[in-house]
């Protein structure tokens, strides 16, 4: 109730301080706040926005916590837009400059989640003193609160983030399998499959499996000896496969292939740059995730992926697409507990079987 009274008093404050026209918006700005995860799963919005407005100059702007973390300025394909600029590490008259500078006539903010009431309020009249002369988007959402989650489990219904974005900028579509239609604008990928090429034998590699073991959170990890009893069961059945990851999980999955062949499962993790790794996964027949960068890449290029959640956080909310990936999470009675690391051993992951993951793979190799 209190998230769409916030929501009914926003949308009457962007009302108030736009100015109103007739014409269509010839500059408009779109703001992103996050970086791999989050910006996939707004790239359907984007889409729709373009179309929406095709004749309009449209700037995409993106911000994450940190300078130098992948976004839109390293996943969009260019061509669809005028401009895409990274805001990070700007500071907030930096930013104002810019914006003035710009003369947008539309900002349409693609908000975070969990974004709070008065993030947003604030937002609208920052943007208002930037000359800004119409506002949309602006939105609030439950947090990870651990205290009223239990409230939340209870009466809220997540939709996907993607689902979420879209209904906020108004465009729900569904195909004729009622499925939501969604439209990735990523980057074309072909220098980096040709890059690739020339480092890795794809005589051996010819069909192979992708596999991203690592999340930012250690609740988010399905165990190693999970992982290594799987890759046993696939190289019986002599499935290969390459697992990709950062530097920083070079290690774990160094763990994860301690005594297993190369010619059957090879690391890049730390070796392949994140667009090296898309393309590795537009090669692969299947991808198999934690919930991850790598698994929202996954569907973003249309490949069939098996999605491991934990249930640190709230049902359905970063799933992939239902006809593009097979999501297995486990619920627990303590769910959601939003904790980077869980005192009970993980039991959430490791609710989720070898057994369960291998008839998933065995269900999309062998039908």
């Not at 530097?247 to 993790?269: E, K, M, P, R, T």
């Not at 627990?332 to 507990?337: A, R």
């Amino acid at each position: 109730m209190l998230t769409k009274i916030g929501n009914f008093i926003l949308k009457v404050m962007m009302f108030v301080v736009s100015k109103k026209s007739s014409l269509a918006p010839n500059k408009i700005a779109i703001y992103r706040f996050g970086s791999l995860g989050d910006s996939i799963v707004a790239m359907p919005a984007l889409s729709v926005i373009k179309k929406r407005f095709p004749n309009a100059e449209i700037h995409v702007l993106c911000r994450s916590e940190r300078k130098g973390l992948i976004n839109y300025c390293d996943l969009l394909d260019s061509k669809s837009f005028q401009y895409i600029f990274d805001y990070s590490g700007l500071s907030t008259s930096e930013m104002r400059s810019k914006i003035k500078l710009e003369k947008y006539d539309l900002w349409i903010e693609l908000p975070s989640s969990g974004v709070g009431f008065i993030h947003s309020f604030k937002k609208i009249i920052y943007l208002k003193s930037c000359d800004v002369k119409s506002i949309s988007g602006h939105q609030t959402t439950p947090g990870n609160n651990v205290f009223l989650s239990k409230y939340y489990k209870k009466y809220f219904n997540f939709e996907r983030e993607t689902t979420r974005l879209l209904r906020s900028i108004d465009s729900i579509e569904r195909n004729e399998n009622n499925y939501f239609i969604e439209d990735y604008l990523f980057r074309d990928l072909s220098f980096f499959e040709e890059k690739n090429s020339k480092i890795l034998d794809y005589d051996i590699y010819n069909e192979f499996l992708i596999f991203a073991p690592c999340s930012k959170k250690l609740a988010g990890m399905w165990p190693i000896e999970f992982w290594r009893e799987l890759l046993r069961e696939l190289q019986i059945l002599g499935i290969k496969g390459i697992f990709i990851g950062s530097s920083d999980d070079s290690g774990y999955i160094d763990l994860v292939l301690d005594g297993f062949s190369i010619n059957q499962f090879l690391s890049v993790a730390g070796k392949f740059d994140i667009l090296q790794s898309a393309a590795l996964i537009k090669k692969s027949r299947m991808a198999i995730c934690v919930d991850s960068g790598p698994l929202h890449m996954s569907y973003a290029l249309n490949k069939k992926l098996i999605a491991i959640f934990s249930a640190r956080d709230y049902v359905n909310k970063w799933f992939p697409p239902e006809n593009i990936g097979v999501t297995l999470r486990h619920n627990e009675e303590c769910s959601p507990c939003f904790r980077d690391n869980c005192p009970i051993n993980n039991t959430c992951m490791r609710n989720i079987s070898v057994e369960m993951v291998l008839n998933e793979v065995k269900k999309e190799i062998y039908n």
